[in-house]
């Protein structure tokens, strides 16, 4: 079992930066594919950003592509999400996930979710 618990989320302005973290307990998490998703209100939840645990590849969907970053640390168990020039169409609840057992990209794929954290991009 894996426990996932995200911070970091809180209210910016349009152009300011956000980076959340998503600490893992309950086993090591260096060899799973760790990602971000998020889900807007009245919207289905998106994918956002993926990195391998074996050589760290890192995939991105478009819409964030050069403005977020992630990351992680595997000696502290902890994957980061830098956010960077953020827009009112960034707000969501960002969810960390763990151990993709198939595409990165689908939800379906990953075993373990974290609660989420609330992010709030003000126009």
């Known amino acids: 079992q894996v426990w996932l618990i995200e911070s970091g989320g809180g209210l910016v302005q349009a152009g300011g930066s956000l980076r959340l973290s998503c600490a893992a307990s309950g086993r090591t998490v260096s060899a799973y594919t760790m990602a971000w998703f998020r889900q807007a209100p009245g919207k289905e939840r998106e994918f956002v950003a993926a990195?391998?645990?074996?050589?760290?590849?890192?995939y991105y969907a478009d819409s964030v592509k050069g403005r977020f970053t992630i990351s992680r640390d595997n000696a502290k168990n902890t994957v980061y999400l830098q956010m960077n020039t953020l827009k009112p169409e960034d707000t969501a609840v960002y969810y960390c996930?763990?151990?993709?057992?198939?595409?990165?990209?689908?939800?379906?794929?990953?075993?373990?979710w974290g609660q989420g954290t609330q992010v709030t991009v003000s126009s």
């Open positions: 990195i391998r645990g074996s050589g760290g590849t890192t």
């Open positions: 996930a763990a151990h993709s057992r198939g595409s990165y990209f689908l939800g379906a794929s990953y075993e373990y």
